[in-house]
C-alpha cells in the first residue's frame, strides 16, 4: 500500500466548498482520496472540459461510522446502469454488502472533477481505478485492525464488512467500528489492478438495476420533476433558423398576457411565468423580424455539397506500399457510402432549473458533463467554481446530445434576471432544432481482393465522420486510411451544430466498412462468414463472429425459408469491445417495405460486471439502431430544420422489434470495457446484407427508405439485364459461321 501526504488538504479536487470543510460536513470516518485519470487520459478531452489534474484526487470513498461506503464521482446515470455496476465493484472489492455501498454521483459540490460520461468509459475507465482504490481501502482497514486487535495484518480476512482473524472468528472487528470516532483522510496513488477478475462473487452476476423501482414506479426524479417555491416557468424566443439574426422585436403582444412577465437582455428575449401554459401563449405572440445568412444547401443537395467541399487531410493510417497495391488485384472495388443528419431524441428533453442565493448559483440540469456546465456557467457570469454548483439528477437518455448545456445558461440567466427560480425545459420542437446532430459524412472506399479472395488492398477515406471505428479491422498488407476534416474559413458544411451521437460515428464506418466487405465476398463467390474468417487475424473479432454464427444457427450459403428473405452479417468494434451481428430480413419487392425478422448479437465485452444490465443495453442499442437503419434522417433546407416532432422523424416502434438473441461472452479473465454503444455499430450493414441476400440490391445510403430500396432493386434488375444481353451478344460472337448459316 502507498499512501502520500499533501501540504494543502483542502486541496482542489472538490469545486464547490474546499476539501476540509467538506470532509467535516461528512461527519466520523475514514475518507480515501484516489485519481482515476491520468495526465496522459487528460489530453483526449477538449479544452473547454478539462481541468488540470495533476494536483487533483478526483475520486474519493468515504467508509462512514455506520459502515456505509459511499463512492463520490462525477460521474452521472442516464439510464446506461452504471448506478448498480459500481456499487457491485465496490461491493465485491470491499468485501461489503450490496446495501451498505452508496453512489452520489453528478454533483459538483460533492463530488471531484470528472470531465464528462460518454464514450463508454465509466466501467473500463473509472471502474478498475475505482477497484484500486478499493482494494488499497481494504488494505487500510486490515492495518487498522491489525492494530486494534493484535494480530498480523497476513493474518486476518474480510467478510460481509467484518474483518477477523483466520480460524478465530471471535477476534474481529467491522469497518464501522474502525470508523466509529476516527476522521482519518488518506491520499492514494493508485493503479488499475491487473488481476484475475474471477475471484469476485458479485460482479459477474445479472443483477436487477438498483434505481429499477423508481423508475418504473414514477418515484425517480429528473430535472423537470423538481419543484422550488416561487419557480417560475420560462420560454426562450428563438430564432426560426441557425445563422438567422435578430432585426426588431415587437413584445407588445406578449405582455399583453396577464400573468407574464417578459425579459430581454440584447437579442436574449423570453417570457416567464408561473403557469407554464401561458408562458407558451405569451411567446408565440412575439413578432420578430430575422435577416438570414444560411448556406445553400438541403437534405436533397447534402452530398454533392459535401463532395465540392475544402478539406485538411489528415492520414490517420498506413500500411504496406498503396502504389503497388492495384497490381496485386485481381478485382478492384470503389464505392461512396452516405449518412445523413440524425437527432438524439431522447425521452427527456434538455431541461434545466436554475436558482441564486446571493451571488452563488446552483443549477440542476439533465446533463453528461456537470463539471462542463460549470465551467460555462463560471465563464458567462465571470465567477469562480466555489460560486457555481451543477446537480445532475437522474437523466432520461442523453446519447451524446446532452454534452452541451445550452438550457443550464438560459436558466441561469433568467434565474438572475428574475431573482426567483426558473426553470427551462425544452419543446420538442426545441430539441429537434437547437440540439447538435450526429455529423452528416460521406465515406470512399476504394479496395481489392486477389485471386485467393484475400483483401489486398484497403484506401479508405472520410468525409467529416470521424475516425471512431474506422480501423481496417481485418488483415490487409496494403492499408491508407485518410480523415477528411472540413476547413470552415474556406467552405463550412455543416449549417447547424453536430456532435456526438451514440457510439459517434463507428455506426457510419461500420456500415461503409462492412458493406464493402460483403461486396467483395459476393465477387469472389465466398459465403460472407468464411469470407470475414479468411482475412481475419484478431481472434476476439474471430470468437465473436463464431459466437453469433452458433447462436443464429447460421448455414454457409444457406438461404432462409420464404419468399423475399435473406441473412447478412456484419462486424466490429468499440469502446474496448468486440461485436458481431447476423439479421435476417424479409423485403417486399413490390413497396420496398422491409421487416426484419431476427437478430443475433454476440458481445465480446472483457469482463461483464451485470449480465442484466448489460443485456439491456445490447437490446437497446439494437432497436434504436433500427431507426437509423430505417426512417431516421433530419431533413432541412439550409439552417431549418423541416421535422421538428416525431410525426415525421420516425423513430422505432414495438411494432418493429424482431426476436433480439444476444450472447455476452464469458471473459471474466479480461477487465471490464464498453458495453453501452458496441451493439448499435453493425446493425445498419447486417441489415443492409440481408437486404443485398434477398434481392441482389445493395445499398449505399442511410436509412433505407421504401423508396430507396426499390430504386436499388430496379437498378440491380437492369444491371442484370444488361449483363444478361451483353453475354448473349458475347455469345453470339463466338459461334462459328456455319452455325450463323443455318440459323438463317
Not at 445563422?243 to 398576457?257: E, F, N, Q, R
Request: with cysteine; charged share 25%; proline share 5%.
Amino acid at each position: 500500500m502507498k499512501t502520500i501526504s499533501k501540504t494543502d488538504k483542502s486541496g482542489s479536487a472538490i469545486s464547490g466548498m474546499k476539501r476540509r470543510s467538506f470532509v467535516k460536513a461528512l461527519g466520523g470516518g475514514i475518507v480515501l482520496f484516489f485519481a482515476p485519470w491520468s495526465v496522459l487520459d487528460l489530453m483526449a478531452i477538449p479544452a473547454e472540459q478539462r481541468r488540470s489534474l495533476t494536483k487533483d484526487y478526483n475520486a474519493f470513498l468515504h467508509i462512514a461510522e455506520d459502515g456505509t461506503v459511499s463512492c463520490f464521482t462525477g460521474k452521472i446515470e442516464m439510464g446506461q446502469g452504471v448506478i448498480t455496476s459500481l456499487a457491485q465493484m465496490m461491493a465485491d472489492d470491499l468485501n461489503v454488502p450490496l446495501e451498505k455501498v452508496k453512489m452520489v454521483m453528478g454533483d459538483t459540490e460533492l463530488c471531484p472533477y470528472d470531465a464528462g460520461t460518454w464514450g463508454s468509459l465509466t466501467t473500463r475507465a473509472f471502474g478498475p481505478a475505482m477497484l484500486a482504490a478499493a482494494a488499497e481501502a481494504k488494505a487500510v482497514m486490515i492495518q487498522m485492525a491489525s492494530e486494534k486487535l493484535g494480530v498480523e495484518p497476513d493474518r486476518l480476512e474480510v467478510n460481509d464488512g467484518v474483518i477477523s482473524e483466520a480460524g478465530n472468528p471471535a477476534a474481529k472487528v467491522t469497518y464501522a467500528g474502525l470508523a466509529r470516532g476516527k476522521k482519518l483522510e488518506r491520499y492514494l496513488e493508485v493503479k488499475p489492478p491487473v488481476e484475475d477478475y474471477r475471484k469476485y462473487t458479485l460482479v459477474g452476476k445479472p443483477l436487477k438495476r438498483r434505481d429499477a423501482y423508481e423508475k418504473v414506479t414514477g418515484r425517480a426524479k429528473y430535472a423537470g420533476d423538481l419543484k422550488l417555491p416561487g419557480m417560475l416557468h420560462a420560454r426562450i424566443l428563438r430564432p426560426p433558423s441557425h445563422g438567422a439574426k435578430l432585426v426588431s422585436v415587437d413584445l407588445s403582444g406578449a405582455m399583453a398576457v396577464t400573468g407574464v412577465k417578459v425579459l430581454r437582455d440584447g437579442d436574449f428575449i423570453a417570457v416567464v411565468s408561473e403557469n407554464r401554459n401561458l408562458a407558451d401563449l405569451a411567446v408565440v405572440r412575439i413578432n420578430a423580424e430575422y435577416t438570414f445568412d444560411e448556406l445553400k444547401v438541403n437534405d436533397m443537395t447534402l452530398f454533392d455539397y459535401i463532395n465540392r467541399g475544402e478539406y485538411r487531410a489528415n492520414e490517420v493510417a498506413s500500411a504496406g506500399d498503396m502504389s503497388e497495391a492495384p497490381q496485386l488485384c485481381y478485382k478492384v472495388f470503389e464505392h461512396e457510402y452516405h449518412d445523413p443528419y440524425l437527432a438524439h431524441t431522447p425521452i427527456e428533453t434538455h431541461t434545466a432549473l436554475a436558482t441564486w442565493e446571493g451571488d452563488k448559483v446552483t443549477v440542476w440540469a439533465s446533463t453528461q458533463s456537470p463539471f462542463g456546465l460549470q465551467d460555462t456557467l463560471v465563464r458567462e457570469f465571470g465567477t469562480t467554481n466555489e460560486k457555481v454548483r451543477v446537480i445532475t439528477p437522474f437523466l432520461g437518455g442523453g446519447f451524446g446530445g446532452k454534452a452541451s448545456s445550452q438550457q443550464g445558461v438560459e436558466a441561469a440567466r433568467l434565474a438572475r434576471m428574475t431573482g426567483k427560480p426558473v426553470m427551462v425545459a425544452w419543446t420538442r420542437e426545441e430539441e429537434f432544432m437547437y440540439d447538435t446532430f450526429h455529423p452528416a459524412s460521406v465515406i470512399k472506399v476504394k479496395s481489392g481482393i486477389d485471386r485467393d479472395g484475400k483483401i489486398v488492398m484497403w484506401d479508405y477515406s472520410i468525409y467529416l465522420a470521424g475516425t471512431r471505428g474506422s480501423e481496417a479491422t481485418y488483415d490487409i498488407p496494403n492499408v491508407r486510411i485518410t480523415n477528411y476534416r472540413e476547413d470552415r474559413t474556406k467552405y463550412p458544411v455543416h449549417p447547424f451544430a453536430t456532435g456526438p451521437w451514440r457510439a459517434p460515428n463507428n455506426n457510419t464506418n461500420t456500415f461503409a466498412r462492412e458493406t464493402q466487405v460483403d461486396i467483395m465476398a459476393a465477387a469472389a463467390g465466398t459465403d460472407p462468414l468464411e469470407f470475414r474468417l479468411r482475412n481475419l487475424k484478431d481472434e476476439r473479432m474471430i470468437g465473436v463472429l463464431k459466437a453469433v454464427a452458433e447462436k443464429f444457427g447460421y448455414v454457409p450459403g444457406q438461404k432462409p425459408a420464404g419468399p423475399g428473405r435473406g441473412i447478412g452479417i456484419a462486424c466490429g468494434a468499440d469502446a474496448g469491445t468486440w461485436v458481431a451481428e447476423i439479421a435476417e430480413a424479409e423485403v417486399n419487392r413490390i413497396t420496398g417495405e422491409v421487416k426484419v425478422i431476427r437478430i443475433a448479437c454476440a458481445q465480446d465485452m472483457g469482463l461483464c460486471v451485470n449480465p442484466q444490465g448489460a443485456l439491456l443495453q445490447m437490446e437497446g442499442c439494437l432497436t434504436m439502431a433500427l431507426g437509423y437503419t430505417f426512417t431516421e434522417e433530419v431533413r432541412f433546407e439550409g439552417g431549418v430544420v423541416r421535422d421538428r416532432n416525431f410525426d415525421s422523424y420516425k423513430i422505432p416502434r414495438f411494432s418493429w422489434l424482431p426476436q433480439l438473441e444476444c450472447v455476452i461472452m464469458d471473459r471474466n479473465d479480461q477487465p471490464p470495457q464498453g458495453g453501452g454503444e458496441p451493439a448499435i455499430i453493425a446493425v445498419g450493414a447486417a441489415v443492409g446484407n440481408a437486404i443485398f441476400n434477398a434481392t441482389g440490391a445493395r445499398l449505399f445510403r442511410v436509412p433505407f427508405t421504401p423508396e430507396r430500396i426499390l430504386q436499388a432493386i430496379g437498378e440491380s434488375e437492369s444491371l442484370k439485364v444488361g449483363e444478361s444481353e451483353s453475354l448473349k451478344v458475347r455469345k453470339e460472337k463466338k459461334k462459328p459461321e456455319s452455325s450463323k448459316s443455318r440459323q438463317t
